[in-house]
């Protein structure tokens, strides 16, 4: 039996249809769900006791439970959710100035193992549910209210388009104007490089952001960074994001993460120029967090700015990703499917 928060709209309709409900119970459910962000089906006090009773019976919550929620000193805010088989996930609240941004784990656990982030050191566990992914989101909704939550980002623990219908099916709900009404290019999906998801992704007719974990610009330090470019080798993996910019006609954000003495260096600056010339792409610079498991090291400001202006002055757009909620293990690469000590 699926979750609440697993069921399209179309599914609502038709569970309650089975239960002998009217079509407009489901616009009641969704509002319950969605727009009033209950936390069970208890709180839905429009409906009967017996619809109540039997909802909750066939498609109970999904199991997220807080263990520790910690705020950073900078207003980060992490959460740690236990499911209900006892896997564990990491979501993180960012607000900033303009904007609140939601960044979601896609599975417990994470299996391409890139050798800088800590997300894939417990292994990979299972895929999350739909229902699993919203609860995520409605749960931090309710408990930072009334900041609302602007965007989302698959940037969590895991890999999105390695659970592809359950994060496009969590996609839509975000998304559906009955559902949590959160604009598609509010959504950023994060990619290590599965090539086939890039591809779905191009046909969805969506304006989702793709994202897209490049962090080397040659296919020898790629594949020494990361395992997955032996499946999915980076000329590949351009080639494919050029497509997909070709066909959406929207340009596709490259994460470059900076790694003193590794990925800093003005050889990378050529690489990584001649790469993103001349098509819709945008490079968003990552100065490396620190993981105690690994010895990388960001590199020192003055490196990282000049590596920016370098890049800028070959004509690529670039950003600079600010760390948050480092002191609280809440930075990129720092997420875990399970809490160290
Ligand atoms: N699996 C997806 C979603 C995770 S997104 C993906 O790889 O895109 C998390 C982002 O943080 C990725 O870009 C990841 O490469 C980056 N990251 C991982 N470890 C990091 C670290 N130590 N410092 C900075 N960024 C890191």
Not at 59 to 88: C, H, M, N, W
Not at 109 to 117: D, E, H, N, S
Not at 137 to 154: G, N
Request: charged share 25%; hydrophobic share 40%; net charge positive.
């Amino acid at each position: 039996m699926p979750d609440i928060l697993s069921l399209s709209k179309d599914e609502v309709i038709s569970a309650l249809s089975a239960m002998g409900e009217p079509a407009y119970r489901a616009k009641q459910v969704f509002d319950w769900l969605y727009v009033k962000k209950v936390s069970s089906c208890e709180g839905m006090s429009s409906l009967s006791k017996a619809l109540r009773d039997k909802l909750a019976v066939q498609y109970p919550f999904p199991v997220l439970t807080e263990k520790i929620a910690q705020e950073s000193k900078d207003g980060t805010r992490k959460f740690l959710f236990a499911l209900d088989d006892g896997e564990r996930i990491e979501t993180v609240f960012i607000p900033t100035e303009k904007r609140a941004t939601l960044c979601i784990s896609s599975q417990a656990g994470c299996k391409f193992g890139c050798t800088f982030c800590a997300s894939g050191l417990g292994g990979w566990k299972r895929n999350l549910t739909p229902g699993e992914i919203l609860g995520q989101v409605l749960h931090v909704m309710r408990a930072v209210r009334p900041t609302p939550v602007t965007h989302i980002v698959f940037m969590g623990v895991g890999e999105p388009f390695d659970n592809y219908d359950n994060v496009l099916k969590a996609v839509r709900l975000l998304n559906d104007k009955d559902g949590l009404n959160i604009a598609a290019r509010r959504i950023t999906i994060s990619t290590c490089g599965i090539i086939p998801g890039i591809e779905r992704m191009a046909s969805e007719g969506l304006q989702v952001e793709l994202s897209v974990s490049l962090h080397a610009a040659s296919e020898a330090m790629r594949a020494r960074l990361m395992p997955v470019n032996k499946k999915y080798p980076l000329k590949d993996l351009l080639r494919a994001c050029r497509k997909y910019a070709e066909t959406t006609n929207r340009q596709v954000t490259f994460e470059y993460i900076l790694i003193k003495g590794l990925t800093c260096t003005p050889q990378a600056i050529d690489e990584l120029s001649t790469l993103m010339r001349g098509w819709l792409s945008k490079v968003n610079l990552i100065p490396c967090n620190p993981v105690k498991e690994f010895a990388y090291y960001p590199p020192d400001t003055c490196a990282v700015e000049e590596f920016q202006k370098a890049l800028e002055r070959n004509g690529v757009i670039c950003t600079l990703r600010s760390a948050r909620g480092q002191d609280i293990s809440a930075a990129c690469g720092q997420l875990r499917h399970e809490r160290h000590a």
